[in-house]
């Protein structure tokens, strides 16, 4: 084990972490309107309206595959009988479709970006950097699932073993040390991407509108005949009251002022 190592595996998470909520922290202070997706709809929804759900929902899949993956241990799985040939299996399946699916989402996307002026002359110079970085994150995600099928190596009891000893700050860089090259490209763009989050787009993921789906329903008033119609008509009684005067109903007033108006005014 190596200086680099522990620079790499046992400094250089804790400061992308700072980076993270250090940056978030001030953009939110100085650009809390920034916290947007800066949207392009407008320009072109056609391909936004397959490569936007796509790659978010492929991408949920994926988040939850790495909490599994690097959270669960091995143990836990082995305690609700599940087998270890099962278990890689299933990540194998469902984490190799949902990483071609969350590929093949940003491939649109970036088609998107790159087609239609409009949004390329949106594009901002974050954007730049951010959107090849996710791309090559993803790509070193698959090939790191890929390769599981000949390599027997057992990320569990490495990247995961070093992921989790960074919560009880006594990270372990041997166990990261010790791991592929590809796991360790795929961690070490990971931290890149987690280091630019507060500087881009992807801030947005931390807005997210998750009050409406708790939120109570808005109750509308119909405007055609039923039971609040009458209620209603009784609070437009006068409805010549709101109009300029000389426009309202005969046999109203006539938008004139009575003699008993002028003397109700003058008494005390």
């Not at 680099?4 to 953009?27: E, K, S």
């Not at 890929?146 to 990270?171: H, I, K, M, Q």
């Not at 000389?246 to 007033?253: L, Q, S, V």
């Amino acid at each position: 084990m190596t200086h680099a190592h522990i620079a790499l595996w046992g400094v250089l998470p804790y400061l992308v972490l700072a980076t993270l909520v250090a940056g978030t922290a001030w953009r939110y202070r100085y650009d809390r309107f920034g916290f947007t997706t800066r949207s392009s709809q407008l320009h072109e929804s056609r391909l936004l309206r397959i490569g936007g759900p796509l790659f978010h929902y492929a991408l949920f899949l994926v988040i939850g595959g790495h909490v599994m993956g690097l959270l669960v241990p091995e143990a836990l799985t082995e305690r609700l009988r599940v087998s270890e040939h099962l278990y890689h299996l299933t990540a194998l399946t469902i984490g190799g479709l949902a990483g071609l699916a969350a590929v093949a989402g940003l491939a649109l996307l970036l088609h998107r970006r790159l087609r239609v002026p409009a949004v390329r002359a949106a594009t901002s110079r974050s954007d730049r950097l951010v959107y090849p970085l996710l791309a090559t994150v993803l790509l070193a995600g698959l090939l790191a699932t890929a390769s599981t099928v000949t390599n027997p190596y057992d990320y569990r009891l490495g990247v995961s073993v070093w992921f989790r000893s960074l919560f009880a700050l006594e990270p372990d860089v041997g166990a990261m040390a010790r791991a592929p090259f590809v796991y360790q490209l795929h961690a070490l763009l990971g931290m890149a991407l987690f280091a630019l989050w507060p500087f881009s787009r992807l801030v947005h993921a931390f807005t997210a509108p998750l009050g409406y789906l708790f939120r109570p329903y808005v109750v509308y008033r119909s405007r055609g005949r039923g039971p609040y119609r009458r209620a209603g008509a009784r609070q437009l009684e006068y409805p010549w009251a709101t109009r300029p005067p000389g426009r309202t109903p005969a046999g109203r007033g006539h938008g004139k002022p009575s003699r008993d108006s002028h003397q109700d005014v003058s008494r005390p």
